[in-house]
């Protein structure tokens, strides 16, 4: 630590927690768009485009912006790491898979043993194509894909040195993954399923992210794409590019790389769209993001499939959602956090 005064290192200190808290609050109002899009895509669709695409997708990208801070630019540890992983997702994701196994019992959403294991296992997202699914687990197919990922850049953040390798490295496997994409359902014809809930396609969105935030930070990324307005303009092209004329390959080779551009080059500015993420509402949709996440699923298969009413199935999402955030996921982790 520098040799200055307490005085002297006050304001610095306050400034910068001040901006580490505007900081966080952005990154949450990021995470609050993304579940508001899911929920708002399953309980009150828009016609012309699946917002619960468009949302999965903002997931992805801030998911691949912050990976890449933690990873590589703070270097954090990574036993440090994978237990704050584990204490974030695992204790919510094990009562969910547990209540909905009971709570669904012999209703017409039919529920496995088999697929919870592979929900658990974090195998779903191919055992779902492959093997066996249950539509109350349908979505965590995406949390696969994610998990997957945080162990491919945790394996390449230890062997691959050099900041500029490792971009050349992600941006190589998030090429080939999106080809790996087109390929499978443009050229082979396979189901929407088949192709984009496998972590070697969907995996791009990550890995594109994450390497558009290493070169922010160390200045390689062109002037111009830092501009605010052409992050405006890729936020924009990439929503317009999930409407549902747009063929799906160019979703995800096109759409994704708009998205991860405007995920890492919007700033805080003192824009409107940096207020709106900053907001309390947004902030605290993003904080209970990952019970959301979770509990949505089942009650939108009764609306879905079943034709019931969309406002008392999202208010019960709320309501179980709010319990597990409070009762489960947040106690789980503080204390594991403390104790582990």
């Not at 290192?9 to 899009?37: C, F, M, N, Q, V």
């Not at 791009?204 to 992210?209: F, G, Q, R, T, V």
Request: glycine share 8%; hydrophobic share 55%; aromatic share 12%.
């Amino acid at each position: 630590m520098t040799d200055i005064s307490a005085t002297a290192g006050a304001l610095p200190r306050a400034s910068e927690d001040k901006a580490a808290r505007t900081r966080l609050a952005y990154l949450d109002g990021w995470r609050g768009l993304s579940i508001a899009l899911v929920l708002i895509g399953h309980f009150f669709p828009v016609p012309g485009i699946n917002l619960g695409v468009l949302g999965v997708e903002f997931f992805f990208v801030l998911s691949g912006r912050l990976m890449g801070e933690i990873l590589f630019i703070e270097r954090f540890p990574l036993k440090k790491f994978f237990k704050r992983r584990f204490s974030r997702i695992y204790p919510a994701l094990v009562v969910f898979v547990i209540a909905a196994m009971i709570g669904l019992a012999g209703t017409f959403i039919m529920f496995k043993w088999k697929a919870a294991l592979t929900a658990l296992t974090f195998t779903y997202n191919y055992a779902g194509i492959f093997i066996n699914r249950a539509g109350a687990l349908d979505h965590i197919w995406s949390l696969c894909v994610e998990e997957h990922s945080y162990i491919l850049l945790a394996l390449i953040s230890v062997i691959v040195t050099g900041r500029a390798n490792v971009v050349r490295l992600l941006t190589v496997l998030a090429l080939l993954a999106m080809a790996n994409g087109a390929i499978s359902y443009g050229l082979l014809g396979m189901s929407y399923e088949t192709s984009y809930w496998r972590t070697d396609v969907h995996i791009a969105s990550i890995l594109l992210s994450t390497a558009i935030c290493l070169l922010k930070a160390d200045g390689r990324l062109p002037a111009f794409l830092k501009s605010q307005h052409v992050a405006l303009a890729a936020a924009a092209g990439g929503v317009l590019l999930f409407l549902n004329p747009v063929p799906t390959p160019i979703h995800y080779l096109v759409g994704v790389p708009l998205l991860a551009l405007a995920v890492n080059t919007l700033e805080f500015d003192g824009s409107y769209l940096t207020d709106l993420l900053s907001s309390r509402p947004m902030v605290m949709l993003g904080l209970w993001s990952y019970s959301l996440y979770l509990w949505q699923q089942p009650f939108y298969k009764f609306v879905d499939e079943r034709g019931s009413a969309p406002v008392p199935m999202l208010a019960a999402v709320f309501g179980c959602a709010l319990a597990s955030y409070y009762i489960v996921e947040k106690p789980a982790r503080g204390w594991l956090n403390r104790n582990w």
